[in-house]
Structure formats: structure tokens, C-alpha cells
């Protein structure tokens, strides 16, 4: 029977459950899995829903799903489960009541209700109520990328708003605080997922202290009593619930680093490398030992997020594989289902006629622009970023695949050579992890915007890192 560690992985698109054998992975070896010693034992989709307006994610749903999972994972009697961790996404919080029952689903990160918050948050901040001062402000002690949907803006907005669940909660969970809750009945708030809020300050009286931050939740209405105690990556939850799934043993579940990014970074054993996290976002950063707060990364507008191993993600999100998959969920509605690789060959095709003189090459676009963060029809958008593209209609669906990808390649060597400027040391290569790993195409894209060597990793590189700090933690 082999041991095994289980990763639940939660991503804005899909979710999955992943496990690795015992002896596969070890941090002090620098030895990780390779693709084929995770076995998948499920995977299933996931997606945001409008109702009167407003986004939500169906947590029962996902619910259902991990449950099923884990069914099917106690069924093989040649597997023994060590412990379980669970990652997701930042920002998005689940209210709940004084009997842990959740008030609604949490609201969406995409969901237009955080529009204009910001700006009302950062004059609330200021002592004059210069928007300016008010945002230099929150990113001193934060020291987090504006955007509009982090946690801060988000209850602000449902303060603003009086929203029922929000004036109701008795406690607040992230999305991996919410699915630990319903696997132990322990109520936790994981670091790293914490620290994507811009709720917490890194320093105290000078000194490295990430803590809640009195000043901000104030600001956004948020009450202190309704966090849960916070907890390191590495640290024990308690013990999967016995009316869960029918195991016949106990089995531990470990606060890994719970948001996905924090994860994936895990397996970037070298600090002296940029990683990008190619997925649904892209994410671009390096490990640090300390947060780099300055002028020029508040002019930058790169985020510092809490890492494994007291560290510290410097990186600026990006808008990722999220247009394009948006693009062929439409095409897809139109009877056109594109596969990845048939994309690849598209935008080929596009390289080859431009270089023939056929057709001129279109405008590029900054993909971070906020009309491209949940348009009504994302087709319709890449085709107005376009301009007047100059090419016939059964070129049309491929040259908006090689203007996504192109322009998205162009934004990555922009932001490389912002994250140059922030760290001290020469940067000589990026390391391409998560599923747009597998993008040949543009890593190839890539690596000419960069100007350094690209190297690629795990595709599976945030169930990875789930399960690197559950080892870690067990094998201490």
C-alpha cells in the first residue's frame, strides 16, 4: 500500500485532487514529483454565475465535488492518505453566521461591485481626503498592488452597500479557510491566503510583523472578532471530520500555503529567478527575504504577499490565459471548440501570413486594461483592442488568438523589466510553472520579451507545492 499526500486545488476555472506518492517529493532533497507520480483522482470545473446582477462562486457545488472526491480517493485500498491540504484563490471571503453555517455564496472577485471603491477607500484613509495620500497610505503598510477587488475594496463595498451577509457574519473565511472549516470543523485564516487582502500591515515598530491592521478595518467596516485565529503554512488544522468520507483511519489536514500562488512559488527552489505563474492570472515575481516597500514599487504597483517560510512573493498579477479562455468559451457557444493546441497552430498560421506580406500586422493591447476584466463579450473586446484588423473572416478567429498571445508576451517583458528594476540581483532566468506551462508557443513568445533564458516547470505546479508543505510538515 502506498502512502500518499492529497492535494485539493481550487482554481477560478477547475478544481482537482491530486495525490503523490510519500517518497516522490522532499524540499531538502530539492526533489519534486515529476508529472507522471501525481495521480489525478478528480477533477472537476468551476465558475462564477450571475444572479439580479451580481457574480457569485457556488461553493456547494464545489462542495459536492470534494466530497466526491475524497469518496473515490477512500475507496482505493491501495492508497493510504497521510494528510490532506486545500489551496485556492485570494480575495473572495465567505460569511458566516454564529452556527459556522455560510449567510450566501461569496461574491466574485469579477463582480462589478467594487467599482470606484478604491478611491473612496483612500480618501476615507487621508487625513484631507487627498486620494493620493490616502493611497500611498494603504500600500505602506500593505504594500499590495492596487486592484480593485482585493478584500479591502470588497467590504468596503458591501459596507457601503449594506449587504445582509456582511452586516450578519459572525465570521469570515477565504475560499481554502472555508473548505478546511468543512473538512475539521476548525476555523482557521491561512497566512499566505490573509495576506492577498490588503487587509494586513507587514511592519511593526520597524520590525517584520504581518498583522491585521486597525486602521483598515476600520476603513471597510470589517469587524477584528469576526477573523479566525491565523495560522502558518505547515501547521496542523485538525483532523478530517468522520461523517466526511469513510476512511477508516485518521488523517490530518495541514495548512499548506492556501492560496494558489503561494503554492506554486513553493516549488522555485532558486531565489535568484523571476517565476511566472502562467494560468487563469499570470503572476510574475521573485522570493524575497524581506517585503520591498518603496517608492518605486508603489509607482510600479507591485504587490507583496506572504510566502512559505516567513517570505515574502514580491510580484504584479497579470492578466493571464483569462481573455483567451474566455474567447473559446464563446467560440465554443458558436460550435468552434478549439483545443490548445489547434490555438498554437492558429497563431502559426497568422506568423506565416504576416511574414508573407498578406495581411498587416494588428494593434496590440495591454491585457491589465479593466475592460477586459469580466466584459459581456470578451470576442467583441479583443476586437475593438484591435483596431481595424486588416484580415479576411476565416482569418478572423486566429489572428485574435495571436493578438492575445503577442500581447500578452509583450506585457510579460514589461513587467520583467519593472521586477529588474525592484531587485538587487541580476535576474538570468524566468521559470514558467502551471497548466500555461504547456504553451510552447508562447513560452517561445516569452522568452524573446524577457531576454533571458525561459525554463518550464510543473503544469501541476500549485498541487505540488500543496503537497511540498504538507511533507514538510509531516515529516518534521
Known sequence: MKEVYCAIDLGATSGRIIVTDRDAISRSDKKLPD????????RFSNAMYERQGMFFWNTDALWNEIQKGLRLLAG????????????????DVVFLDSNGQALAHPRAYRDPYTNGMMEKVWKRMAANGDLGEGQKKVYQKTGIQM?????????????????????????????????????TGEM??????????????WYDNGSVRPHLDDDLLAVCGAKRECFAPMVQPGERIGLLRKEITPFAYDIPVIAVASHDTASAVATV?????????????????????????????YRLNFTNEGGVGQTARVLKNITGMWILEQCRREWKEQGKDYSHARLIEMAEQ??????????????????????????????????????????????????IVWTIYHSLATRYGEVFRMLQQLTPWRIEQLYIIGGGARNTYLNRLTEQAVGVPVAVG????????????QANQVTA
Open 35 to 42: 508529472e507522471n507520480q501525481l495521480q489525478e483522482i478528480s
Open 76 to 91: 482505493r485500498e491501495d492508497l493510504h492518505v497521510v494528510s490532506i491540504g486545500v489551496d485556492s484563490w485570494g480575495c
Open 147 to 183: 486592484l480593485p477587488f482585493n478584500t479591502l475594496y470588497q467590504l468596503y463595498a458591501c459596507f457601503e452597500h449594506h449587504y445582509e451577509p456582511f452586516e450578519k457574519a459572525v465570521h469570515y473565511l477565504w475560499i481554502a479557510d472555508y473548505f478546511n472549516y468543512l473538512l
Open 188 to 201: 482557521r485564516n491561512e497566512y499566505t491566503l490573509l495576506s492577498t487582502s490588503q487587509l494586513l500591515s
Open 269 to 297: 527552489l532558486n531565489r535568484h529567478i523571476a517565476y511566472l505563474s502562467s494560468g487563469t492570472w499570470s503572476l510574475m515575481g521573485v522570493v524575497a527575504e524581506q517585503p520591498v516597500i518603496t517608492d518605486d514599487s
Open 350 to 399: 497568422i506568423d506565416k501570413t504576416i511574414a508573407a506580406g498578406t495581411i498587416r500586422q494588428p494593434l496590440l493591447f495591454n491585457p491589465d486594461e479593466p475592460r477586459f476584466a469580466n466584459p459581456a463579450s470578451m470576442l467583441r473586446e479583443v476586437m475593438n483592442a484591435m483596431g481595424n484588423a486588416d484580415c479576411s473572416s476565416d482569418l478572423q478567429d486566429a489572428l
Open 458 to 469: 510543473s503544469t501541476e505546479a500549485t498541487a505540488v507545492g500543496n503537497i511540498l508543505v
